[in-house]
């Protein structure tokens, strides 16, 4: 069982649509990032958060710690949006490398 | 800033041969990871390297060793490589800390024949 596990795998909507991609995870953590990768394999970090909520544009994570659970919302999604996204994990203390998801799909349809 | 960069973009080898990977970190940045992506996969952790040491390791053989260069470069390497190994080779830097925003480079596909 993958410590970070992210759902849906795949989501398609149209433009316009309220997106949210949903990550749980095992064990502590020091921080939970979501990065977006697009065709070809360039990762770009999107948030990195220990608790709470962040916003970023159209882009809203939010964190819940003794829940072990984040969610990563897109309002008013467009075609451009689509994208592979991942949450991935840092552990407590760490100043080490990520845990990641196997990431959500998107597609976003005009 | 020219981000983390990474060479080469694509490279096709053979089982057996050996590889090496390169990678340039974001300027400021003295941590490098790397990180194996299979097709279809999320990546997965390799090692990381500080102060030209490796700080942690992943769950991968002792095939892939890497290194750090006092300018924080760093190179990793395969040797006696699998089909299995064909993946999309990622590098990432950050400052030294915990928690810090990892920066990725574009990647290195490399197919195994």
């Known amino acids: 069982k993958n410590e970070v596990e992210q759902s849906p795998q795949n989501l398609t909507a149209q433009e316009g649509e309220f997106i949210t991609i949903n990550c749980s995870y095992s064990v502590g953590i020091s921080a939970l990032h979501w990065l977006q990768q697009h065709p070809g394999g360039g990762i770009v970090s999107l948030f990195m958060?220990?608790?709470g909520k962040k916003k970023h544009g159209r882009l809203i994570a939010t964190i819940n710690i003794q829940e072990k659970h984040s969610s990563l919302h897109i309002t008013a999604s467009h075609p451009r949006d689509s994208a592979v996204y991942i949450c991935?994990?840092?552990?407590?203390?760490?100043?080490?490398?990520?845990?990641f998801g196997k990431g959500t799909h998107l597609i976003i349809q005009p | 800033d020219a981000g983390v960069t990474q060479s080469p973009t694509h490279l096709i080898k053979t089982r057996g041969q050996q590889v090496t990977l390169r990678c340039s970190p974001k300027s400021g940045h003295d941590t490098v990871s790397w990180y194996q992506q299979a097709l279809g996969q999320g990546p997965q952790f390799i090692f990381q390297y500080y102060e030209e040491e490796e700080r942690q390791r992943g769950n991968f053989p002792d095939r892939f060793s890497g290194h750090q260069f006092p300018n924080y470069s760093s190179e990793l390497n395969v040797n006696a490589l699998l089909l299995g190994d064909s993946a999309l080779y990622l590098c990432?830097?950050?400052?030294?800390?915990?928690?810090?925003?990892?920066?990725f480079g574009p990647g290195t596909r490399l197919l195994v024949l």
């Open positions: 958060l220990s608790s």
């Open positions: 990432a830097s950050t400052t030294s800390g915990p928690g810090e925003t990892q920066y």
């Open positions: 991935a994990r840092n552990h407590v203390g760490g100043a080490d490398g990520l845990t």
